[in-house]
């Protein structure tokens, strides 16, 4: 990738809509333009951040392409710190291809995958974790996600890691200055004090470790999986909760085999609803198979919504059913409230949501708590870890530390301090690794 060569995209989504638009980045950005637009009334230079109205012209044969706005933004106050060009047409796929193929024939490339945020990254304006916020920000499936992207994109995440690299920086010259002035008296190892420091830089990473769970959750969706015996509603429940006759409800028992899943949103956050079949205790053939799915995904899930039929007294199967998903993280349910209520268990009544899954009655109140449960452990620290690649560097990073503070010599001490920055750095993109940044942008669209 030669970053001299000016790059063309369209950065918005194929198809016809009132208007796309096409995006160029680099040093031709501004000359390639001046060779296809007439300018309504012609600008003496194009300025920072300024709206132009004209025509997009074909300079072979002066064929008018179409009306257009044009947005300038020379670098290096741009998104991706070189001079940018910003073409909105009008949204017809005609429209767009005539007017990237104009461009690459006047001497512009196609942009790659991330690209531009990846130039961005290059020049500086962006660092990596910012970089895959940018990604964040476009995908976000619930409010909390678009939010944590937010506070990622602005930096909030990258600063954080920044002061832990800072504090790792100030312990090896305190160290560096002792291993090069070691003969001098004046200066003191004082290994109290750097394995104090060390601790506490530990303790940082360990703060922002012990929320990367829930940030993932945030981002990837939490698995929510309704179980309970066969006709105790369950089907029912999962259709009025994603809002659409999805599974089949019958009052025949064993209705539901392969588990379904959608995904909803539950108040700001984007929840995997999974319908289960009724787990018995023998089951055979189909039955048995559909039940060791069952299974797998109560392992899997983070919330249990166990169900209970209460018009009718409870039996082994809910008795059995129960002591499963003892363990996990749960919610109780009694349905089947429009009915007599013949359920009994005083324990069951008193701790679980009633509802109606027929006629919707509370239904609400549950969804409202579950969406309370789920976010019951976060704590409102704003940035989160969102993803395994964090996780891991800061992972590896902590792991250099605690080996710097058992270093039995200042040299080894220096060592693994250095392995750790290197850590940091690989995470917020300062050491740069051509692999990593590949499958980072693997993942973007082109125009982004
Ligand atoms: N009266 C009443 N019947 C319900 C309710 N929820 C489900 N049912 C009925 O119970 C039977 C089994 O429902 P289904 O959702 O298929 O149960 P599943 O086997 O647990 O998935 C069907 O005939 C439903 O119409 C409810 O809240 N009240
Ligand atoms: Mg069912």
């Known amino acids: ?79 991706t710190g070189e001079d940018v060009v910003e073409i909105s047409c009008h949204g017809n796929p005609l429209i767009v291809d005539r007017i990237i193929r104009l461009l690459l024939e006047l001497g512009a490339r196609s ?22 916020a940018v990604l964040d920000t476009v995908h976000a499936t619930c409010e909390r996600a678009r939010r944590l992207a937010l506070l990622q994109y602005e930096g909030k995440l990258s600063e954080r890691i920044y002061d832990i690299r800072s504090k790792i920086v100030d312990i090896l010259l305190f160290l560096e200055a002792g291993i090069d002035f070691a003969d001098e008296e004046d200066v ?63 009052e025949q028992p064993g209705t539901t085999r392969d ?57 082994e199967e809910d008795v059995y059913l129960y002591n499963l998903v003892k363990h ?29 899954a027929r006629t919707g009655e509370n239904v609400e109140a549950l969804v409202e708590s579950i969406g309370r449960t789920l976010l019951s452990g976060v704590y409102e620290q704003g940035v989160l870890l969102t993803r395994h690649r964090h996780i891991d560097g800061l992972t590896r990073a902590r792991r250099y530390l605690v080996d710097a503070r058992n270093a039995d010599t200042t040299e080894k001490m220096a060592y693994e301090l250095h392995c750790a920055l290197d850590e940091i750095g690989e995470l917020t993109g300062k050491v740069l690794r051509k692999e990593i940044l590949d499958r980072i942008f693997e993942e973007f669209c082109i125009g982004k």
Not at 343 to 351: K, P
């Open 1 to 79: 990738m030669n970053p001299n060569e000016t790059i063309v995209a369209c950065a918005t989504p194929p198809g016809y809509s009132s208007i796309a638009v096409v995006r160029l980045s680099g040093e031709q950005a501004v000359s390639l333009l001046q060779k296809i637009f007439r300018p309504k009334q012609n600008p003496e230079t194009y300025q920072a951040q300024h709206v132009y109205f004209g025509s997009i012209v074909d300079p072979l044969n002066n064929d008018t392409v179409d009306t257009v706005l044009v947005a300038t933004f020379p670098g290096p106050d741009s998104y």
């Open 111 to 132: 942009a790659r995958r991330g690209e531009f945020t990846r130039r961005a990254l290059l020049n500086g304006k962006i660092d990596l974790i910012q970089a895959e």
């Open 188 to 250: 003191d190892h004082n290994p109290e004090k750097l394995a104090s420091d060390i601790s506490s830089t530990v303790e940082m990473i360990d703060e922002l470790l012990k929320g990367a769970s829930i940030g993932m959750k945030i981002r990837n969706g939490y698995k929510i999986l309704i179980t309970g015996r066969a006709n105790a509603g369950k089907s029912t429940l999962f259709n009025r909760m994603v809002g659409y006759d999805r599974a089949i409800v019958h």
């Open 259 to 315: 588990f379904l899943e959608e995904g909803i949103q539950v108040g700001d956050l984007y929840v995997f609803l999974y319908d289960t079949a009724g787990i018995l205790r023998a089951a055979a053939g189909p039955d048995e198979i559909a039940q060791q799915r069952t299974k797998a995904l109560i392992h899997e899930a983070d919330l249990i919504l166990m169900m209970f039929d209460g018009s009718e007294p409870m039996n």
């Open 328 to 356: 996990k993280p749960k919610l109780l349910i009694v349905n089947k409230i429009d009915l007599n209520v013949r359920l009994s268990n005083e324990l069951i009544l008193s701790d679980s949501i009633k509802v109606s």
